[in-house]
Nanobody, 124 residues
Framework: QVQLVESGGGLVQAGGSLRLSCAAS????????MGWFRQAPGKERAFVAR????????YFAESVKGRFTISRDNAKNTVYLQMSSLKPEDTAVYYC?????????????????WGQGTQVTVSS
């Protein structure tokens, strides 16, 4: 059992930056691949970024490449999503998720645990 809590969302102007955090409890995240997903109203849940359990491999959705960075600090049991050059189309609820090591992919069904989400709103 892993509990995940996202934080760091808010309102930001286009071109600005936000750093989202996902803090875990119940289990150490060193055993998990981690992903970030987002969902806008009326839209399906979409993959944003993932990072493997050791932090040595990352993957990003094409729409955020060059703008977003995913990282993790296993000692702090926390995963981050650094977002820069934000666009209005980035507006969504952002969720972090955990999958057993080796199972993290760009498909949300691969993930076993989810946070409650944090709202990111980008104004033009």
């Amino acid at each position: 059992q892993v509990q995940l809590v996202e934080s760091g969302g808010g309102l930001v102007q286009a071109g600005g930056s936000l750093r989202l955090s996902c803090a875990a409890s119940g289990r150490t995240l060193s055993s998990y691949d981690m992903g970030w997903f987002r969902q806008a109203p009326g839209k399906e849940r979409a993959f944003v970024a993932r990072i493997n359990s050791s932090g040595g491999s990352t993957y990003f959705a094409e729409s955020v490449k060059g703008r977003f960075t995913i990282s993790r600090d296993n000692a702090k049991n926390t995963v981050y999503l650094q977002m820069s050059s934000l666009k209005p189309e980035d507006t969504a609820v952002y969720y972090c998720a955990a999958a057993r090591s080796g199972y993290g992919r760009s498909w949300y069904a691969n993930y076993d645990y989810w946070g409650q989400g944090t709202q990111v709103t980008v104004s033009s």
